[in-house]
């Protein structure tokens, strides 16, 4: 195997609706780099892409927010963002942030404060009096070079990479830089594609396990799973339970093929509940999917997983699909077609993959 090519060994697990593992490139396979990509599409792995869109500073605009500018008389929203210390939750309502107010943690928020950073006591030009509004790839770098550690150290190494929340900026508006604002406030976030959606809870008491409730739905963006929509909508995937490792894994760490193993019983069990038939998933063509743990994921205290259902597109990704798998379903706009109930359904070969070999007679 060359260097370049993805070890089967890292790819994320998928069980076929016929009940047989899918091997090699046999079956659909997502590389975990992929689909955990995909879930968690503003983590700190995604760095490139976050570069570009500025969703990284925790805002959608170039404007920033309107933070505290010491040259004008303190109004609502300077007094709540310009006095946001560690462990202080902020919210807001609307598109500039204008009615940003702090909150309680233990209420809904949409930003919790690890660290405030003023800039304007390291040395040299870049951050002096009169000194150039920083663009986005530089707020992205101040985020990577600050706010990362920050938030490490505020949530005592606890903070899990791939897991519910992201490293966020906040920062002041271009105004409020000329004023001589230059004061940055790192936090966290719920991580999401898109937007800023809220949580309740300190992130520093919360499992860092990036799970959603059974029965949510996860959009679909260029193939690959996005943020909660409405089962009804086009999605990716459906999550059938969420799995604990950690009240069976009770002595550190376990191996790929023990998680593997474990998930694969418990999705195949929890997924028969949730659709009410060990049939169902065959029937309606899908694929039963599930990640793994890392090592970093788990020294931060994740320990859940999810088990999801979806159906493999014909290259890398995900088909659009429908409706609740509890109910009728459309794939591609249409309606699925149960396999043939003699023999065993086998999936055809990816473009390029070797031939199946071949199958036993029915019996």
Known sequence: MSPDEPNPRDRARGKTGDGEPRAGKRGLHLSARTLRLSLLAVAVGAVAAAMVTLFVTGFDNETGLEAHNPAAPAGLRDAAFGTAAAGDCLTWSTTDRSDLVKVSCDGKHLFEVAAEVDMSRYPGREFAPGSRFPDSLRLTELKEEHCVPAVQKYMGGRFDPRGRYVVGLMYPSADGWQAGDRTLRCGLQVAAATGTPSTVGSAAKQDQSRVYEPGVCLGINQNLPSDPVECAQQHAVEIVSTIDLGSHFTSGLPTKDDQDKFMEQECTRTSTDYLGSPDAIRNKTLTLFF?????????????????????????????????????????????????????????????????????????
Do not use: H
Not at 319 to 324: E, H, L
Not at 338 to 344: K, T
């Open 291 to 363: 990640d793994y743990l890392d090592a970093r994921s788990w020294l931060a205290g994740s320990r859940k997983l999810d088990c999801m259902i979806g159906k493999g597109a014909d290259r890398e990704g995900f088909a659009p699909i429908q409706g609740s798998a509890r109910g009728d379903i459309l794939i591609n706009g249409q309606a699925p077609v149960p396999p043939p109930n003699s023999g065993r359904s086998t999936p055809a070969p990816l473009p390029g993959a070797a031939p199946l070999p071949p199958q036993p007679a029915p019996r």
